[in-house]
């Protein structure tokens, strides 16, 4: 099942399941909690972030591919930083690029989204995706000058400004992707393919991530857990390709679809 989260014509905030014939169809109830699917056909207002996180945990260096073009040593344990639900971004929805708290270095990042939907702590590998509610796209987007050089060698500054996680279109529920470690993730810039890889060169799976989160830490329903990002980013080319003003940039998940914002600069 695939769901959304729009606002209504009065306002509200709501959730629909989309049925393959193209329709959706209202949900009553909480998705954090006990949901069901109405009968009632509705026309989607505009399209929001499938959710508002509790949290936002991310994890840095986690494609052998990416870790490699940027000349990092494979991490003995996941790396963990974290973004403000503040930053949270709706697809469609504008990018913008800090002038207040200047950037020339703002980079896009591919990465396959992990909901938690029911609160975890201390699971095992083996049962981790019982807790899952879903999957969604998400961009991570990055200023890497705040990352590398202003961050005080913290990843945060750079990585949680507003407008830094674009999350959606839609969150896929568990049924719909039984194996997350087998997806194809791309980021499209302007049209042209930046990234293209597959989530199988994640160096820690999805399953070993939330064991990972978990320990001694309970992981909260409305959990984010952003995965990792192949390699390809602006970054990295030769010369860097850096986020500018009219560009339009694209997250694309093999099951999920695709997430497209366009950049602007803070007024």
């Not at 896929?172 to 997350?180: C, F, H, S």
Request: hydrophobic share 40%; charged share 20%.
């Amino acid at each position: 099942m695939k769901l959304i989260r729009h606002q209504a014509g009065d306002g509200t905030i709501q959730h629909a399941a989309l049925q393959p014939d193209g329709t959706a169809r209202r949900i009553e109830g909480d998705i954090l909690g006990d949901f069901h699917v109405t009968g009632e056909i509705i026309t989607p207002g505009k399209l929001l972030a499938p959710l508002q996180p509790t949290a936002i945990l991310c994890i840095g260096l986690n494609y052998r591919k990416h870790a490699e073009e940027s000349n990092a040593a494979i991490p003995q344990h996941p790396v963990l930083f974290m973004k403000s639900p503040g930053a949270v971004q709706n697809p469609g929805d504008d990018i913008v690029l800090p002038r207040h708290l200047p950037s020339d270095e703002v980079d896009y990042e591919c990465e396959l989204a992990v909901v938690i939907g029911k609160a975890c702590k201390n699971v095992s590998r083996a049962n981790a995706l019982d807790y899952v509610l879903g999957y969604t796209c998400a961009n991570d987007v990055s200023a890497r000058d705040w990352q590398i050089k202003r961050g005080g060698s913290q990843w945060c500054r750079g990585k949680t400004f507003d407008t830094f996680a674009p999350l959606g279109p839609c969150l896929v529920l568990k049924d719909e992707i039984p194996n997350p470690n087998a997806l194809r993730i791309q980021t499209i810039l302007n049209g042209r393919s930046m990234q293209d890889w597959n989530t199988n060169d994640m160096i820690f799976d999805v399953p070993t991530l939330i064991e990972f989160l978990s320990g001694s830490t309970t992981l909260q329903p409305g959990t984010v857990i952003l995965t990792g990002t192949p390699q390809g980013v602006g970054a990295a080319m030769k010369p860097p390709v850096f986020l500018q003003p009219g560009d339009t940039v694209t997250i694309e998940i093999e099951k999920i679809g695709a997430l497209t914002n366009p950049v602007v600069a803070e007024a």
